[in-house]
Structure formats: C-alpha cells, structure tokens
C-alpha cells in the first residue's frame, strides 16, 4: 500500500521532474538532453549482462575501478552504466568511451521499468552506495533479477530518516540480494533497519581502490614548472558554494604568511566555474582558468574548470583541502589525495566519509579542520610552514590506502557468481 502512495505522488510529480530538469538545463545544458531515456525509451542496448547504476561523478569514480576490474576478467559479458546527472554521463564516457552502454536511469514509475527491464533485462543490477528505488525494486524481484547494492554506506542521519518511512524501506531492503557494505559500522545500521544478515557482506571501500596512473605523478610536475615549481600549492577539492569564497577570503592573509602562495580551486559542479572565477576576480584577486592556459608567476588563484582531471591537479598540490566538508553537505572522498601521498585536510561536515575519516585520522594521513574562517586560517597556515609534517602525512596516507585495497576484487568475485559465470 505504501509503494502504491508513493507511485501516484511520483506520477503526479512528474510534470514538476521534468520542468526542473529543464530549469537546470538553463546552467547545464545536459539536463535538456536525451529527456527520453527518463522514460525508458532507449536506442541500441547490450543485454544480459552486468547493469551498474553510479548516480553522479562521485559515484561513478568510486565504481570505475569495479567496472574495469570485472571488464578485464569477463570481457565477453556486456556492461551497462546509467547514471542521474549528466556530469556523471560525462564521466562514463570519459573513463569507458563505446566499451559500456550508457544511458540515464529512467524514473521509478512501473510502466517505465516494465519497458526499461524488457529491452535491457540484466542478469545482475549493481547499485553504487546508497540510491535504493521502490518500484525498480519490486520490478527487478518481479523478472528474477538480483540486485546487490555495493560499497554501500549508511550514516546514523541518513539510517534514521529511512526508519521513519519504514513502510517503503523494509519491502526494498528485503529485495536485495545483497549489501556489500564499506564496514561493519554502516553494515549494523542495515540490520537494524531490517535486512536479513544472511543478505550482508563487509567488502571495505572500493574508493581505497582508486588506480594511480604511471604517468600522473610526471603530469603534475608538469603543471608546477607551469604555476611555479618553488610555489606552494593549496588545493580545494570538490569545492560547493561558499566553500571558495571562504577561501579566498582568507587568501590575502595565507599569501602573506606563505609568499608566492597558488590556491588550486577544483569546483565539483561545472556550472560554478564562471561563478567562482568571478568571485576572485572581484577580490581583486589575480585569477587564472585551466580552460584558457593564462596562468603566469602573477597567479594567484587558478581555477580549474575541467572535468576528470582530479587526480592530475591533486598531483600538483602541496596541501589538499576536500570540499564539502566546510558546510553541511556531509564531505566528499579524502582517499584521493591520500593515496598520492599528499598531506590532506577534511572539514568537520564528513558524514558521508566518517568511518574512512576516522581511520585516516587513526592513521596519522588526515586532519580535521574548522570550518570558522579564523581557526581555518590558522591551521592552513599552519601545515603550509611545515614541509615535514605534510610529507609524513602524505606518507601515511599511502600506507592506509594500500592496507585497504581488495574490495574491487570482492565485488568481482560477488558479481561473477551473481551472473553465474
């Protein structure tokens, strides 16, 4: 009864869905692209195969490394990878080109599911974290399809919301075929919501899996003989509104205690690049895009407004800040930076990173910061001086990476028998 609610209140929204779509399209034009596959009406498909499903950039970086390790042993078995935003779609092209299918996740209504799941019908639906949908759900159960949602996590917050609609949360857990939970903390809380324990495993993080490639480390050293090679680099990682502005405020002062100081701003979403941009031009601040290649030794902030390319710039950093932490978003992903050996700083909004978070901290790769703009100045100011104390850190960080690999072979390993291959 409850899912039959939620289906009409969907289908009664849904001429909002779309609108909305179109009122972001207005900043990113993605969103007013291929609106058809929302509704199930895909082109050329791969069928019987492996469907992963990776809502945005993040998660479609953290199952990267899932997809190619289970194309590498199962070349033969189709790969299909949907995705909700288009800066994810983008994503997916870049890391896989034509070797996946790709298209956007249509809407939880069952009619689209019935025609979705009839073209594609996947022998195994892989969903990254947590994104879980009645009605895709309950249409998987009903062809037989299993459906294993991996490097799944579940903050205390977010455990507590879902206990409120407990109607709609205990048909879909009990729908899964499995939970492939980052740890034993997050694996308690989707038993307490009421999934069977015969129907949970603890893979770890396939973030910690993140492949460093040979070349990245010459890359980077390239784009400091490009700001610099004697400048100190601050880098803002996945930044979100206010997050810069902060920054960048506090920029004069960090410039006078560290001369010659580059702040690296990284925005997380595309469509903030000219805004941030903007915002230091209008600090009077020297600004450089990576789009345009005007950076000179007169740079003071550069923005990079390019997509893929996190890992290259976090090479050329001296000190990573990871963004989303600085507000209440819940923190985007600190094994990155830690696992280029650079010194790496989160915010106290973490929530979505907090048992990673702990055991970086734990281990000596990963400090918490403040979010008040005096505390934080200090503190930058702080690790900026100290060479000694960011190598160690960097060092830290690679010792914690490499003591937590091997999810991405777990879930290989999972899948495979999932598809009976």
């Known amino acids: ?7 009409l209140i969907y289908s009664l929204f849904i001429p909002l869905i779309v609108a909305r779509l179109w009122w972001r399209g207005r900043l990113n034009p993605g969103y007013r692209q291929r609106i058809a596959e929302r509704f199930g009406l895909i082109g050329d498909v791969r069928p019987n195969g492996l469907w992963v499903h990776a809502v945005s950039v993040g998660e479609t970086l953290a ?106 949360t205990a048909p879909m857990l009990k729908r899964l075929s499995l939970v492939a939970v980052q740890n034993a903390t997050d694996g308690q809380r989707f038993l307490s919501l009421g999934l069977s324990e015969s129907r949970l495993e603890v893979t770890g993080s396939v973030k910690f899996d993140v492949q460093i490639g040979a070349d990245i480390e010459q890359q980077g050293l390239g784009l400091r003989q490009q700001w ?64 345009l290649g005007n950076v000179s030794a007169d740079t003071q902030v550069y923005v990079a407004d390019s997509m893929g390319e996190m890992l ?34 989160l915010g106290p909004h973490h929530m979505n990173f907090a048992v990673i978070a702990d055991e970086l901290v734990q281990r000596g790769a990963l400090q918490i910061v403040s979010d008040q703009a005096e505390q934080l100045q200090e503190q930058l100011q702080g690790y900026l001086s100290d060479s000694e104390a960011r190598q160690k850190m960097g060092r830290a960080g690679l010792q914690a990476v490499a003591d937590n690999r091997g999810a991405v072979s777990r879930l290989t390993q999972l899948s495979a028998a999932f598809l009976k291959i």
């Open 1 to 7: 009864m409850a899912r039959f609610f939620y289906t």
């Open 63 to 168: 199952a990267a490394p899932f997809i190619a390790d289970f194309r590498a042993h199962y070349p033969d078995v189709p790969v299909t990878v949907t995705t909700t935003t288009p800066t994810g779609s983008d994503q997916v092209r870049r890391l896989f080109g034509d070797d996946v299918f790709h298209v956007f996740l249509p809407y939880d209504l069952p009619w689209i599911w019935q025609r979705f799941l009839k073209r594609l019908a996947p022998g195994l639906l892989v969903v990254m974290e947590t994104e879980l949908w009645p009605n895709l759900l309950a249409a998987c159960e009903r062809r037989n399809i299993p459906v294993m949602l991996a490097n799944a996590r579940l903050s205390e917050k977010s455990a507590r919301g879902y206990a409120k609609f407990s109607a709609l």
């Open 228 to 291: 610099g090679e004697q400048r100190s680099v601050l880098a803002l990682a996945s930044s979100h509104a206010g997050e810069d502005e902060l920054l960048l405020d506090l920029y004069p002062q960090l410039q006078q205690a560290c001369p010659g100081l580059l702040l690296l701003l990284i925005p997380r979403h595309p469509e903030r690049f000219d805004a941030v941009a903007a915002a230091a031009q209008q600090r009077g601040i020297a600004v450089a895009r990576r789009s």
């Open 312 to 345: 290259l710039l976090l090479a050329a950093a001296d000190l990573v800040l990871v963004g989303g932490s600085l507000i209440p978003h819940g923190g985007h992903n600190p094994i990155e930076p830690a696992a280029l050996g650079k010194a790496t700083l």
